[in-house]
């Protein structure tokens, strides 16, 4: 069974950064693809970055392009989220979720098998 766990969510002033991580566990983890996905108070959740398990790709949403990169470490089985510049509309809970297989609509939570609990992202004017 695979877990995803993320944490390096917080408190930090608008201008500001944090880099959010995410470990998977699971004996025989694999996916195609990993994601993070944000869902704010009384919102929808929404794609925010992606990352092939290959690195050879990587996907984000149009609000968060030159200030959020994806990254991973596949000897870690981590995943990561530098986030750069933050503003307070990028107040959410972020949510970390895998794929196992290739998948045209990555920016949709329907294509992704495996999530996190999810950690808060408080960004502050």
């Known amino acids: 069974q695979v877990q995803l766990v993320e944490s390096g969510g917080g408190l930090v002033q608008a201008g500001g950064s944090l880099r959010l991580s995410c470990a998977a566990s699971?004996?025989?983890?694999?996916?195609?693809?990993m994601a993070w996905f944000r869902q704010a108070p009384g919102k929808e959740r929404d794609f925010v970055a992606a990352?092939?398990?290959?690195?050879?790709?990587?996907y984000y949403a149009d609000s968060v392009k030159g200030r959020f990169t994806i990254s991973r470490d596949n000897a870690k089985n981590t995943v990561y989220l530098q986030m750069n510049s933050l503003k307070p509309e990028d107040t959410a809970v972020y949510y970390c979720?895998?794929?196992?297989?290739?998948?045209?609509?990555?920016?949709?939570?329907?294509?992704?098998?495996?999530w996190g609990q999810g950690t808060q992202v408080t960004v502050s004017s």
């Open positions: 979720a895998a794929r196992k297989y290739y998948s045209a609509t990555y920016y949709s939570p329907t294509a992704y098998d495996y």
């Open positions: 990352i092939t398990w290959s690195g050879d790709r990587t």
């Open positions: 699971g004996r025989t983890f694999r996916p195609y693809a």
